[in-house]
Nanobody, 121 residues
Framework: QVQLVESGGGLVQAGGSLRLSCAAS????????MGWYRQPPGQLRDLVAT???????NYADSVKGRFTISRDNAKNTVYLQMNSLKPEDTAVYYC???????????????WGQGTQVTVSS
């Protein structure tokens, strides 16, 4: 069993900052890529940023230069630092992780429950 839990969402004015966290727990051998996705109301879920176990990152064009993804492998945690927030960033943000279970056989494409980020004008 594995679980991802996000935290750090909230309400912020345009130009402000938020830091999201996502911690993985359960029977885990290793975590490969981790990422953040977001889903505005009534829209599809889109990629925001990803990071590999080695620290390689990629970002959606819309957040480059404003968002930074990082991870703490010892804590099985991924972070998303969001600066210069815009109303267009308003969405439910979901954590994702590619996990190999403790049995070295089970593979999980795990998702968190989501955390709301609302950016006001």
């Amino acid at each position: 069993q594995v679980q991802l839990v996000e935290s750090g969402g909230g309400l912020v004015q345009a130009g402000g900052s938020l830091r999201l966290s996502c911690a993985a727990s359960g029977s885990i051998s290793s975590i490969n890529a981790m990422g953040w996705y977001r889903q505005p109301p009534g829209q599809l879920r889109d990629l925001v940023a990803t990071i590999t176990s080695g620290g390689s990152t990629n970002y959606a064009d819309s957040v480059k230069g404003r968002f930074t993804i990082s991870r703490d492998n010892a804590k099985n945690t991924v972070y998303l630092q969001m600066n210069s927030l815009k109303p267009e960033d308003t969405a439910v943000y979901y954590c994702n992780a590619d996990i190999l279970g403790g049995d070295l056989i089970s593979e999980y494409d795990a998702w968190g429950q989501g955390t709301q980020v609302t950016v006001s004008s």
